[in-house]
């Protein structure tokens, strides 16, 4: 069965056009094809990654972000408590008030109490500044790498200046080596993000980076065994050009220098708006859609890349709604986060319920707590937060 199953997978009608076969892909005369085989190396080659991102987040990156005045903040840790525990990791993060009353009862604290106890396990969870920093600027350092190389690799090719020559000899095109090495280093990187994606900081739109990631590692692979290696990696530079705008202005404005930060915003939005809404469908995927038709009949792998292309655009156009909306806030209102980012507004909400909550701490313990009320346990209650903090938002 598993044989069988081979076989279908790898049948010449899938990959390749019709009367080619494997056969006609073998090296021979000076020509070198890519190799489905030739992937494996990229598996180990993601951990090596994340190795390095190690490395170079301890060493590089937090002693960057200590000299940008960036520090890691200290939160109050929230006690103990098995039956809060267990219905904040199995139930909800931010209980309605009956759920909270429920909570009171069977864990014999007041409603203040656990209240105060889910803000605080809310922040705990809460990423720092200084881990968005260390994330963003190790991004920003591969993706300007990446552009870079893939510039030195593709500026004297002739299909990155006219799309048609990408299917000129298609699919009898011998592989370059700075070709195998953009799509490897490439495909281990984005292999990475997809291992780390459960300690990464988590926005709004993780689903669809999920997508993304999964969607391009298919795409590579295809386009690899397929050899579609030259439409594959203009795509990966138009995507890379956008990148290190994002990734920089997240660097600045982490740091807190709103000027540099505004100026690189604006430059990512035209970027991404030209390259992801414009060249990538107007001139890639115009590329793999109408060309292809001239020199073969379409076949499976035709369909099956023009979908997953068609997939990233989706994705595109979801993202260029979330800078719409940043924009708007920019221009009408003052931007402070970044709008996937459901963790930044609660920070600075829970900040505040923070500090107003030490220095009640302090006044009880030094005895100069007013309106103090003994709950039914015999301990004093705590001063009453302000109404809008105890509803804080859920993290997620």
Known sequence: MFDTLYEWFWWDRIWLPVNLTWADLV????????????????????????LIRYLFESWIATPLA???????????????????????????????????????KKSYLSVRQVE???????????????????EACWRFVFYLLAFIGGIAALYDKEWFYDTREVWTGFPKQSMLESQYWYYVL???????????????????????QIIHHLATLVLLSFSWCSNYIRVGTLVMLVHDASDVLLESAKLFNYAKWEKACNTLFVLFAIVFMVTRLIIFPFW?????????????????????????????????????YLILCMIRKFMFSKMTRDERSENEEEEEEESNATEDEAAEEHKLGNGHAVHEKEDK????????????????????
């Open 27 to 50: 090296d021979k005369e000076g020509r070198v094809y890519a190799k489905a085989s030739d992937l494996y190396v990229t598996v180990p080659y993601a951990f090596v990654f994340l």
């Open 116 to 134: 105060r106890w889910f803000r605080r396990r809310r922040n705990q969870d809460c990423p720092g500044v200084l881990k968005k920093f260390r």
């Open 284 to 320: 890639l995927i115009h590329c793999t859609w109408v060309y292809p038709i001239h020199h073969y009949p379409a076949f499976f792998g035709y369909y099956f890349f023009n979908v997953m292309l068609m997939v990233l655009l989706c994705l595109h156009i979801f993202w260029a």
């Open 377 to 396: 346990n015999g301990c004093f209650g705590c001063l009453s937060p302000r109404e809008d903090i105890c509803r804080s938002k859920t993290v997620y």
């Open 186 to 208: 490439e495909m281990s990187f984005y292999g990475s993000l997809l291992f780390s994606m459960s300690f990464d900081v988590k926005r709004k739109d993780f689903k669809e």
């Open 66 to 104: 200590l000299s940008a005045g960036i520090r890691q903040r200290v939160h109050l840790k929230a006690q103990d408590n098995p039956i809060l525990e267990l219905y904040y990791t199995t139930q909800c993060r931010s209980p309605a008030q009956a759920d909270i009353d429920g909570l009171s």
